[in-house]
């Protein structure tokens, strides 16, 4: 009798040590219970297969908003092939004024695609549209917003190599024209280069990525 008066008188005692200390059991819990969660989209790296398809989506949507550029120059390809065929000629041959005509276009064109990807990624998007579609966006090495300087150093490594051809391609003098056949050529073998070693990265990031120090992921649900 004397020994269950014993036990039990410690049984209460500890019961008032917990109830004066409710602490103790708090510490007891893992420091992990207290973390925030951390978004899995955050960390999951898009495939290049989606990029690629988010850049398919941008020629898209560049083909469209580019169309008052394109139709002059259209119109003007369009007229002298027809010229061309009645005539018998093996050749189009383009005037000075249509010459021009073409020239300006293919600068403007490019100018306006410079511009189309340097803004977009370093707004408020975070990528293009075609990426913004799709649920991915650019970020820095830390994962923040790119400022507009990095965005365009990102595009011009990205672009560069092939900008000559969008130039120089449909230039009726040969010179010309071949220098800018050889840099499509040279853009072509750049990005496949690019691909390849991204399949080693962790990040999945291309060589314009390097340079620039971004990379793409998944957007969260926030966002």
Not at 45 to 53: D, E, G, I
Not at 136 to 165: E, H, Q
Not at 199 to 213: E, L, T
Request: hydrophobic share 45%; charged share 15%; proline share 4%.
């Amino acid at each position: 009798m004397l020994s269950m008066n014993l036990l039990y008188t410690r049984f209460l005692r500890i019961c008032l040590e917990i109830h004066n200390k409710p602490d103790t059991i708090t510490s007891m819990k893992s420091e992990k219970d207290f973390m925030p969660e951390k978004s899995l989209d955050s960390e999951r790296v898009p495939s290049l297969w989606l990029r690629f398809a988010a850049n398919t989506l941008d020629s898209v949507i560049l083909l469209f908003l580019s169309l008052p550029l394109i139709i002059p120059m259209v119109f003007v390809v369009f007229r002298q092939t027809i010229d061309a065929l009645e005539s018998g000629a093996q050749q189009v041959s383009y005037t000075h004024n249509q010459q021009l005509v073409i020239g300006f276009t293919s600068l403007a064109l490019l100018l306006f695609t410079v511009a189309y990807y340097t803004f977009t990624t370093s707004s408020r998007l975070q990528g293009t549209l075609g990426k913004a579609i799709l649920k991915l966006k650019v970020v820095d090495s830390d994962g923040n917003k790119i400022n507009r300087s990095t965005s365009f150093r990102r595009y011009m490594f990205l672009a560069g190599p092939g900008m000559p051809y969008s130039l120089l391609g449909s230039s009726q003098n040969m010179i010309a024209s071949g220098i800018g056949v050889f840099f499509s050529i040279v853009q072509t073998v750049y990005l496949i280069i690019s691909a390849l070693q991204a399949q080693n990265d962790p990040h999945k990031r291309m060589i314009h990525d390097r340079f620039a120090k971004t990379k793409v992921v998944y957007k969260t649900h926030a966002q």
